[in-house]
């Protein structure tokens, strides 16, 4: 069964319950995997989710799954009220979230919420309702920086849980995506990020290679992991994100954020600053 299958069935069951819905990720990006990509959606609601309404979408994910087996475990959704994503993740709303490794569950619509929600914004693909950037005003660009920061805070810490290939692929290749939405503003798809980062990082081109290959080659979680060599990449790019450095041409330059939401990506104010001293991998 093909992806726009499952995403039809999405539709048809929530088509008389939700203000929109809106499919993003890889599928958008034009790097979307059928036996490796996840199929990610945000449905918007008129409220925020209860314990009630999880429930219901607990039945709807199960009928899916059955209906898709192939699918099951593959399809990310996270449900979301249109005062969360007009308040920009204040801390006041619950959001409910099912994905790959995670029960459908109820968390704080936080902060980190809006690096997803800001790639929806500008560039989701209407399911049921308007386009995005109709029902919700953009969010500031350095709010976003700064959600993205969060999760780079955080991936140091997380990518030691990571034991299989598979979980330590997609890590690198991760924050490559951060490297790469630092410089640009705006997502970058796996595959998009590699290539360029590879090239900022000669020291580091080798492992993320291997990510890549391992991702889009048939990978298979028997074989061998990196897991030294990944959480020193994790921690390196983690640690110059978080200094203020940018990509400009291939060096890391230290740059200090405009506050112009309008603004993305780095200009000539930036230029001639000292290029910041790389780190090498951990030993194999």
């Known amino acids: 069964m093909t992806h726009e299958a499952v995403l039809a069935g999405l539709r048809d069951r929530w088509r008389a319950d939700v203000l929109a819905l809106y499919v993003h990720g890889s599928l958008i990006a034009g790097d979307f995997a059928p036996a490796r990509s996840d199929l990610d959606v945000l449905a918007v609601l008129t409220a925020d989710p209860d314990d009630r309404l999880l429930g219901v979408l607990a039945g709807l994910h199960a009928e899916l799954d059955a ?20 308040d920009a993740a204040e801390g006041r709303h619950l959001i409910a979230r099912v994905s790959p490794g995670e029960q459908l569950h109820l968390l704080p619509a936080t902060r980190h919420r809006l690096v997803t929600w800001a790639t929806v914004h500008r560039s989701g693909r209407p399911l049921l309702g308007p386009p995005a950037e109709t029902l ?4 500031d660009a350095e709010l976003v920086r700064a959600a993205l920061l969060d999760h780079v805070r955080d991936w140091p810490d997380w990518v030691r849980g990571m034991t299989t290939p598979g979980a330590q692929s997609y890590s690198v290749l991760t924050m490559c995506r951060a490297v790469q939405r630092v410089r640009f503003g705006h997502q970058l798809s796996k595959r998009q990020a590699a290539a360029p980062t590879a090239a900022a990082f000669p020291e580091w081109a080798g492992l993320i290679e291997w990510a890549r290959a391992w991702w889009y080659e048939g990978g298979q979680d028997t074989d061998p992991g990196r897991p030294a060599d990944v959480c020193g990449f994790v921690e390196a790019v983690s640690a110059a994100l978080l200094a203020g450095r940018q990509l400009v041409d291939s060096r890391w330059i230290t740059v200090t954020p405009s506050r112009d939401p309008a603004q993305s990506g780095v200009d000539a104010q930036h230029e001639g600053m000292t290029p910041v001293i790389s780190v090498r991998p951990a030993a194999a």
Do not use: F, Q
Not at 67 to 86: D, N
């Open 67 to 86: 209906a898709h087996p192939e699918w099951a475990g593959r399809i990310e959704v996270e449900y979301v009220s249109l005062a969360a994503l007009t």
């Open 136 to 139: 919700w005003p953009p969010y």
